[in-house]
């Protein structure tokens, strides 16, 4: 079992920055797939970035360019960094993590979400 939990949402203004941590409780934390989904409301929950245990990286169109998705393994952390926040970036932000001999975020675990709301 792996627990997840995020932080670092908030009340921003168009323009603005925040970043999102993920604490994981997982033994194993490094061979995990750490990803950053969002949901707002009356949409689908959709994939914003994923980082794979070696580092490599996946992000949503909508935010190439402004958000950079990190991971401490030694911390077992894992980090979103969003810049140039928009309007449309209002949601709630979830922490998975999804183990390679299970692909598919569907089949990890996920963290209770932090509210993340873009307003001027």
């Known amino acids: 079992q792996v627990q997840l939990v995020e932080s670092g949402g908030g009340l921003v203004q168009p323009g603005g920055s925040l970043r999102l941590s993920c604490a994981a409780s997982?033994?194993?934390?490094?061979?995990?797939?750490m990803g950053w989904y969002r949901q707002a409301p009356g949409k689908q929950r959709e994939l914003v970035a994923t980082?794979?245990?070696?580092?490599?990286?996946n992000y949503a169109d909508s935010v190439k360019g402004r958000f950079t998705i990190s991971r401490d393994n030694a911390k077992k952390l894992a980090y979103l960094e969003m810049n140039s926040l928009k309007l449309e970036d209002t949601a709630v932000y979830y922490c998975?993590?999804?183990?390679?001999?299970?692909?598919?975020?569907?089949?990890?675990?996920w963290g209770q979400g932090t509210q993340v709301t873009v307003s001027s």
């Open positions: 998975n993590a999804n183990s390679p001999l299970v692909p598919g975020p569907e089949y990890g675990y």
């Open positions: 997982a033994s194993l934390f490094s061979i995990y797939t």
């Open positions: 980082i794979t245990g070696g580092g490599s990286t």
